[in-house]
């Protein structure tokens, strides 16, 4: 009987996978700098609007194959929100019941996702997010997910039509289809183990760059493989850690950026000029990353294509990163960072403003 369930729950995901197209290539060109294209894939289309629904389904798929996901499990995850968004998602697709434990920071938007898909929110201090996490699945003998250390394990990084399978077959046709650099954030570090895992395993010459904003201890651990200690955790959600999580693979990647907060959230509001729409900050900070590594290219002569990504829909962010009294009260007004970014844009002309590996 209970082998039957979870032949049923693997073919509603995966049936709800066959539903759903592919998310998009977006090119953006820079009239300044017109031999190195930035190429974003939008992640944001997906059910549950996010990058993060690939790694839900891949974690519900991982608990159900181990054993650990059956009828009626009460499913728990520690989350800065997108994620628990997505596991939400899943968990109502297989009738399961859900508690996300959330940093007290997280935006309303999101908290109101979780519980429009039927999840419960547990909010708590972000260093207090996984020992919370493993307590209520012990007292309700659920299932913790646990998306620091099972991230990068629970996706076929070979291929099977991952993020990075889909990336680089949808740069085939244009006209520098091997990126020169693939540009991610780190928050679990299983988009970048996926990624990088991927290149060295199909031999691509692309390179991969890991952004990480401040406050975050990767950074530090990928240069001295020593974390730091008085890393806080992000302020920009979804990426960026107060510790090293287990699925960081440091080793798979050739370069990380230390991008500022600010510039983050003045790249998410240029952006949003560019493309006419709404993205989230970590999005901001890939396209920082970006744009430095399209600086550097730029001044050496050389062309190339540069990929990031999309993480996820900026209206998730309206009371916070798009709201001008928060950033003020965070900080984070960029005064003439916008500015700079449009002279980028026209000019190609840019001075670094990350910390580089």
Same mark, same amino acid.
């Given at each position: 009987?209970?082998?039957?369930?979870?032949?049923? /729950?693997?073919?509603?995901?995966?049936?709800?996978?066959?539903?759903?197209?592919?998310?998009?290539?977006?090119?953006?060109?820079?009239?300044?700098?017109?031999?190195?294209?930035?190429?974003?894939?939008?992640?944001?289309?997906?059910?549950?609007?996010?990058?993060?629904?690939?790694?839900?389904?891949?974690?519900?798929?991982?608990?159900?194959c181990n054993g650990w996901i059956r009828e009626g499990t009460t499913i728990v995850e520690a989350s800065s929100g997108s994620t628990a968004v997505s596991e939400a998602y899943f968990a109502r697709l297989l009738g399961l019941p859900f508690v996300a434990v959330l940093p007290?920071?997280?935006?309303?938007?999101?908290?109101?996702?979780?519980?429009?898909?039927?999840?419960?929110c547990h909010m708590v201090d972000a260093g207090a997010m996984i020992?919370?996490?493993?307590?209520?699945?012990?007292?309700? /003998?659920?299932?913790?997910?646990?998306?620091?250390?099972?991230?990068?394990?629970?996706?076929?990084?070979?291929?099977?039509?991952?993020i990075a399978d889909s990336l680089f077959t949808q740069m085939r046709?244009?006209?520098?289809?091997?990126?020169?650099?693939?540009?991610?954030?780190?928050?679990?570090?299983?988009?970048? /183990?996926?990624?990088?895992?991927?290149?060295?395993?199909?031999?691509?010459?692309?390179?991969?760059?890991?952004?990480?904003?401040?406050?975050?201890?990767l950074f530090d651990f990928y240069q001295h493989r020593q974390a730091d200690a008085a890393a806080k955790g992000s302020r920009i959600e979804g990426i960026g850690r107060p510790s090293v999580p287990g699925s960081f693979m440091p080793d798979v990647v050739d370069r990380m950026l230390k991008v500022p907060d600010r510039w983050s959230i003045a790249a998410m509001l240029f952006l949003e000029r560019v493309l006419g729409r709404?993205?989230?900050?970590?999005?901001?900070?890939?396209?920082?990353?970006?744009?430095?590594?399209?600086?550097f290219m730029h001044q050496a002569g050389a062309k190339g294509s540069i990929?990031?990504?999309?993480?996820?829909?900026?209206?998730?962010?309206?009371?916070?990163?798009?709201? /001008?009294?928060?950033?003020?009260?965070?900080?984070?007004?960029?005064?003439?960072e916008v500015e700079r970014l449009d002279r980028f844009y026209r000019t190609g002309f840019w001075t670094s403003v990350c910390r580089h590996s």
């Open positions: 009987m209970h082998r039957y369930w979870v032949f049923k /729950a693997i073919n509603a995901i995966n049936a709800d996978f066959q539903r759903s197209a592919d998310t998009h290539m977006i090119r953006v060109d820079i009239p300044g700098s017109p031999s190195t294209p930035i190429y974003l894939k939008d992640e944001s289309t997906h059910p549950s609007g996010s990058l993060k629904h690939r790694l839900a389904r891949s974690l519900f798929l991982y608990g159900l007290a920071s997280t935006s309303q938007q999101k908290i109101e996702q979780i519980e429009f898909y039927g999840g419960r020992p919370e996490s493993e307590r209520l699945a012990r007292e309700c /003998a659920g299932h913790f997910m646990n998306q620091f250390i099972y991230a990068e394990r629970a996706t076929d990084w070979r291929g099977n039509n991952n046709l244009e006209e520098q289809p091997e990126p020169a650099w693939v540009v991610v954030g780190a928050g679990t570090g299983g988009t970048s /183990a996926t990624i990088g895992r991927f290149i060295h395993y199909h031999r691509h010459t692309a390179r991969l760059c890991v952004v990480d904003p401040d406050d975050s201890a709404r993205c989230g900050a970590s999005t901001g900070t890939n396209l920082i990353g970006a744009i430095e590594l399209t600086s990929v990031s990504l999309i993480c996820d829909d900026g209206q998730r962010y309206a009371g916070t990163y798009y709201d /001008a009294a928060w950033r003020r009260a965070q900080g984070l007004e960029p005064d003439d």
